[in-house]
């Protein structure tokens, strides 16, 4: 290693390449950016508020919309930073640390979606238990496990690339700190920590859709017994929201995590990664709002109120 210069700074790259855009993209994804926080407040604050809400499925959709807003501010902050300056280093510590809330907050939102389809399952295909299985202990249980699980399980990972050695060149071709663009950076044996990410992204996304897809499997086959299709149409319903969202977040994650090939671009990878961190934590305040009957009941209660209070106060 003596022959080598040893770099602890790395450059990101992020939509260099789109340098024409800069400012227009700044102003998009910063829109975006203010929306879904804003919507995510939203969400977590009538939750907190309203006891309508206090539900386990409520509770689970509040803790997924805290992470959903995380996983934003750990990725997109930086990315408005670059996007505005020609100086786009950062340190190896300020990468790694990035990293390990990207995903970490990430393994614990598939977790989390998880447990979402373990309680819609429960509230159809076992209704009179379900009060009893899924209480409040429960379903505090349930979160504490999947926050904990999906933190400790990166901790091993980021602490193995502080090991590494990186001794040139320092580009990153990303717009944030991920694991394979700055392990092909090292100029250590990075074989390891590469099949412990492999399984890592194996355990939290397949295995994790392998039983959502179980749950809805039998979810689907319980509501095909309902007799009324209005009673099959509003058990469905209840499960039209998490569905969207598992689509999403999983879809854009076996593509960029699971796949086999190696064959996409390097920008066709950051666009899906930019869903991910982006769009998708921006759309799911709308599609949980919109596609939820208990959730959209209190928003048209919460404007009535509003609307009835304003001609009361001017008399």
Known sequence: MGNFSVIREFVLLGFSHLHEFQILLFALILLIYVLTVLGNLAIITLTCLNSRLHS????????FSLMEMLVTCTVVPRMLADLLTTHKTMSLA???TQSF????LGSTNFLILTVMAF??????????????IMNGPVCVKLVVVCWVVGFLSIISPTLQKTQLWFCGPNVIDHYFCDSAPLLKLSCSDTRHIEHMDFFLS????LATMLLIVVSYILIVAAVLHIPSSSGRQKAFSTCASHLTVVVLGYGSAIFIYVRPGKGHSTHLKKSVALLTAVVTPFLNPFIFTFRNEKVKEVIEDMTKRILLRDPAAHR
């Not at 809330?101 to 970490?104: A, I, T």
């Not at 194996?202 to 996304?205: G, H, I």
């Open 56 to 63: 386990p499925m409520c509770f689970f959709l509040c803790n």
């Open 202 to 205: 194996l355990v939290f996304v």
């Open 119 to 132: 309680d819609r399952y429960m509230a159809i295909c076992h209704p009179l238990h379900y009060p009893t």
């Open 101 to 104: 809330f990207y995903f970490s």
């Open 94 to 96: 300020e990468c790694l």
